[in-house]
């Protein structure tokens, strides 16, 4: 009889330190879960800021004040524009596009200068 107290109470002891393990190992992962919530949620927040950043330096007037100062580009002249009858049935029709008064463009410019002076491919 006294062996079989002993061992009770050994089982008794036994469970005691697994469900002490369990308690400790399930709080672990409770705070582990705790952190990627915050995680999760920082990481939304920044997304939210993100798109709010995108969206405030996307906005067409700064878009277009950037263009006039950084890139030196002005709105389309009416004098641009080309007649649709000149686009679908070709230069050969009787509308006539209307040209631009020649200015200078440093892009063309630079594009012109780069293919004048890059050698010509050899065929072989």
Request: charged residues 25%; aromatic residues 4%.
């Given at each position: 009889?006294?062996?079989?107290?002993?061992?009770?109470?050994?089982?008794?002891?036994?469970?005691?330190?697994?469900?002490?393990?369990?308690?400790?190992?399930?709080?672990?992962?409770?705070?582990?879960?705790?952190?990627?919530?915050?995680a999760l949620q920082d990481?939304?927040?920044?997304?939210?800021?993100?798109?709010?950043?995108?969206?405030?330096?996307?906005?067409?007037?700064?878009?277009?004040?950037?263009?006039?100062?950084?890139?030196?580009?002005?709105?389309?002249?009416?004098?641009?524009?080309?007649?649709?009858?000149?686009?679908?049935?070709?230069?050969?029709?009787?509308?006539?596009?209307?040209?631009?008064?020649?200015?200078?463009?440093?892009?063309?410019?630079?594009?012109?200068?780069?293919?004048?002076?890059?050698?010509?491919?050899?065929?072989?």
């Amino acid at each position: 009889m006294r062996s079989l107290c002993l061992l009770a109470f050994g089982c008794l002891v036994g469970l005691l330190l697994y469900t002490y393990d369990l308690k400790l190992k399930t709080r672990k992962l409770e705070g582990s879960a705790r952190e990627l919530v915050t995680a999760l949620q920082d990481e939304s927040d920044f997304l939210a800021l993100m798109r709010a950043e995108v969206s405030y330096l996307s906005r067409p007037e700064r878009v277009e004040e950037m263009a006039r100062k950084q890139l030196r580009m002005e709105p389309i002249a009416p004098a641009q524009l080309v007649p649709w009858k000149a686009v679908v049935t070709g230069p050969d029709s009787g509308a006539q596009a209307q040209t631009p008064p020649a200015q200078s463009d440093g892009i063309a410019a630079l594009i012109e200068k780069s293919a004048v002076s890059s050698p010509s491919p050899v065929a072989k």
